[in-house]
């Protein structure tokens, strides 16, 4: 009882301005907070959260993102705490305002420079045979020669060993187990070796 009164007299203390912040501050903060929990728990790509950001995230035509849901929690939660602060150092309303819509603002645009070049780090995976050309591998199904015939080979390819159709352009057939290097990639997704 002694606290709901405390808290009641710390309320009617504030004034109408201040107490806009405190609700913003308060709303924005535990919406935010909430927001990072379920993405640290991956709860945001279960489908149970209805998070447009998931929705703009897997196209690839898009690429600079400003106005998403995390962007207007961060702006808000910034907005909201930058305003109490000036607000407590003494402040005017009108500088407190503009200080913290800049604030805001700024940290909308450092989130969407983080998602963007976090974006740029990831890969698709799918596996391009011109990073095979110069590399050595191993005949795994004999390659017969001058072009007889298509064989496999084991090789190292972007960070994992690979099974690919091959091709010789040498006189003799290339038996299982023989060292060979990558010539070239050709067009049919085969791969042009010779013994190495």
Same mark, same amino acid.
């Given at each position: 009882?002694?606290?709901?009164?405390?808290?009641?007299?710390?309320?009617?203390?504030?004034?109408?301005?201040?107490?806009?912040?405190?609700?913003v501050t308060i709303i924005f903060t535990l919406l935010f907070l909430l927001q990072m929990g379920i993405t640290l728990l991956g709860g945001?790509?279960?489908?149970?959260?209805?998070?447009?950001?998931?929705?703009? #995230? *897997?196209?690839?035509?898009? %690429?600079?993102?400003?106005?998403?849901?995390?962007?207007? =929690? @961060?702006?808000?939660? +910034?907005?909201?705490?930058?305003?109490?602060?000036?607000?407590? #150092? *003494?402040?005017?309303?009108? %500088?407190?305002?503009?200080?913290?819509?800049?604030?805001? =603002? @700024?940290?909308?645009? +450092?989130?969407?420079?983080?998602?963007?070049?976090?974006?740029?780090l990831s890969h698709s995976g799918t596996m391009n045979l011109q990073n095979a050309v110069g590399q050595t591998g191993e005949v795994y199904?004999?390659?017969?020669?001058?072009?007889?015939?298509?064989?496999?080979?084991?090789?190292?390819?972007?960070?994992?060993?690979?099974?690919?159709?091959?091709?010789?352009?040498?006189?003799?057939?290339?038996?299982?187990?023989?060292?060979?290097?990558?010539?070239?990639?050709?067009?049919?997704?085969?791969?042009?070796?010779?013994?190495?």
């Amino acid at each position: 009882m002694y606290l709901l009164l405390d808290v009641d007299a710390w309320w009617a203390a504030h004034a109408p301005f201040e107490k806009i912040y405190w609700v913003v501050t308060i709303i924005f903060t535990l919406l935010f907070l909430l927001q990072m929990g379920i993405t640290l728990l991956g709860g945001e790509h279960d489908g149970s959260v209805g998070d447009a950001d998931d929705a703009v #995230s *897997g196209d690839d035509g898009i %690429g600079f993102q400003f106005f998403t849901l995390k962007n207007m =929690l @961060a702006f808000f939660t +910034i907005l909201g705490w930058t305003g109490l602060a000036c607000i407590n #150092s *003494g402040m005017g309303n009108l %500088g407190t305002l503009v200080i913290s819509v800049i604030a805001g =603002l @700024a940290m909308m645009v +450092i989130m969407s420079l983080l998602f963007y070049y976090t974006s740029k780090l990831s890969h698709s995976g799918t596996m391009n045979l011109q990073n095979a050309v110069g590399q050595t591998g191993e005949v795994y199904l004999t390659i017969p020669g001058r072009r007889s015939g298509t064989g496999k080979v084991h090789i190292r390819i972007q960070g994992g060993i690979r099974e690919l159709d091959a091709l010789t352009d040498d006189l003799a057939d290339l038996p299982s187990h023989s060292r060979i290097r990558v010539q070239q990639s050709l067009n049919d997704g085969l791969l042009l070796v010779t013994k190495s």
